[in-house]
């Protein structure tokens, strides 16, 4: 019976016990809610009770709840971040200097059209003088044959031609009409003569051979042809012999 009543009244001061732990942890819990503290709750086999948190608090609380996930998921997303950012960097880079180049080719590419566009001008122009200029040194050997023709039509007098037999007469004609059928054939592939008499002195087609003093006309004037020139299709293949005036 003794050892009943003392057990009984073991249980009795344990439940008292308890109780008393448990109002004195709702006082202070309710002080530490009013108060705004942060603390926490420590649970030994004997006893519960609540502590307060070490020095810096925020940073102790957010690292036991749930900041120390993500912290870590922040750390893992700035490599992550920079990561990329070097990437894209990278592609900028790339992207730069594949423009660089793709702006050196079409550079390259505009100029070896131009230059191919010149070529084919300069080329097309070739063929078109050649069609042209082809015959300039055919015409050149017959400038020749046309100068004796003049001077041999011109070397006959018009008194030999009324008193002398008929024959010279005939020659004479025959000369003639080889000259004009010779410079008929000159004009049609484009060869004309430059007989400058009486005109300014132009030195692209013609060329001086000596002045004469003439006070009444204007100074480089031509007043004596020694030799006719020649023209091919504007170019001068032969520039006249002449002579000019001077004051």
Do not use: W
């Amino acid at each position: 019976m003794a050892g009943l009543g003392r057990s009984a009244l073991f249980r009795s001061l344990a439940q008292a016990e308890k109780s008393l732990v448990v109002r004195s942890f709702e006082r202070q819990a309710h002080f530490l809610v009013l108060n705004k503290e942060s603390h926490f709750l420590r649970m030994s086999p004997r006893s519960i009770y609540l502590e307060n948190f070490p020095s810096a608090p925020v940073a102790q609380k957010r690292y036991l709840f749930s900041s120390k996930s993500d912290k870590t998921e922040g750390e893992a997303e700035k490599p992550e971040e920079d990561n990329q950012t070097e990437a894209e960097k990278a592609l900028a880079a790339k992207l730069a200097e594949m423009e660089e180049k793709n702006a050196e080719l079409l550079d390259k590419y505009r100029r070896s059209l131009a230059d191919f566009e010149n070529l084919r001008n300069r080329m097309n122009k070739q063929v078109a003088d050649a069609k042209v200029f082809g015959i300039q040194n055919f015409c050149k050997d017959l400038l020749d044959v046309a100068d004796v023709l003049h001077k041999a039509v011109d070397s006959v007098p018009e008194e030999a031609l009324k008193t002398e037999s008929h024959f010279l007469k005939d020659m004479h004609q025959g000369l003639q009409l080889t000259e004009s059928q010779l410079l008929k054939v000159f004009e049609r592939h484009g060869l004309v003569q430059e007989n400058p008499l009486g005109q300014k002195f132009d030195p692209n087609k013609h060329d001086a051979l000596f002045q004469i003093p003439a006070p009444d006309k204007e100074p480089n004037t031509v007043l004596d042809v020694q030799k006719i020139g020649y023209i091919l299709q504007g170019r001068t293949i032969r520039p006249a012999a002449v002579g000019v005036s001077r004051k």
